[in-house]
């Protein structure tokens, strides 16, 4: 399974981007998938995660009513639509994926399989 994250960029606060994960090699249907982010010299956080189907998904606290994860099964793809962005969401943004079931808390993780990961700098 190999993961391809795109879609960062520059933006102003108050902006919005939105990140694309791609899945070559596997039927992404499948999988969980979730969206963690690491800041300069911070730790890896989670940010979003989305079940096989897309019947469940849960989001970290800090980002919730801001972020929307979303996916397409028929394009292997799982999107995450940023809005309202802070300076504080400046990150490496990394998707992840799994082929456990995975619904409410546990989309927490842990997830078997990452992205290479794409900047997201929101400025002041």
């Known amino acids: 399974v190999q993961l391809q994250a795109s879609g960062g960029g520059l933006v102003q606060a108050g902006g919005s981007v939105r990140l694309s994960c791609a899945a070559v090699g596997c039927t992404f249907g499948e999988y969980a998938t979730g969206w963690f982010r690491q800041a300069p010299g911070k730790e890896r956080e989670f940010v979003a995660a989305?079940?096989?189907?897309?019947?469940?998904?849960y989001y970290a606290d800090s980002v919730k009513g801001r972020f929307t994860i979303s996916r397409d099964n028929a394009k292997n793809t799982v999107y995450l639509q940023m809005n309202s962005l802070k300076p504080e969401d400046t990150a490496v943004y990394y998707c992840?994926?799994?082929?456990?079931?995975?619904?409410?808390?546990?989309?927490?993780?842990?997830?078997?399989?990452w992205g290479q990961g794409t900047q997201v700098t929101v400025s002041s």
């Open positions: 989305i079940s096989w189907s897309a019947d469940s998904t």
């Open positions: 992840a994926a799994s082929s456990n079931y995975y619904s409410g808390t546990s989309l927490l993780g842990p997830y078997d399989y």
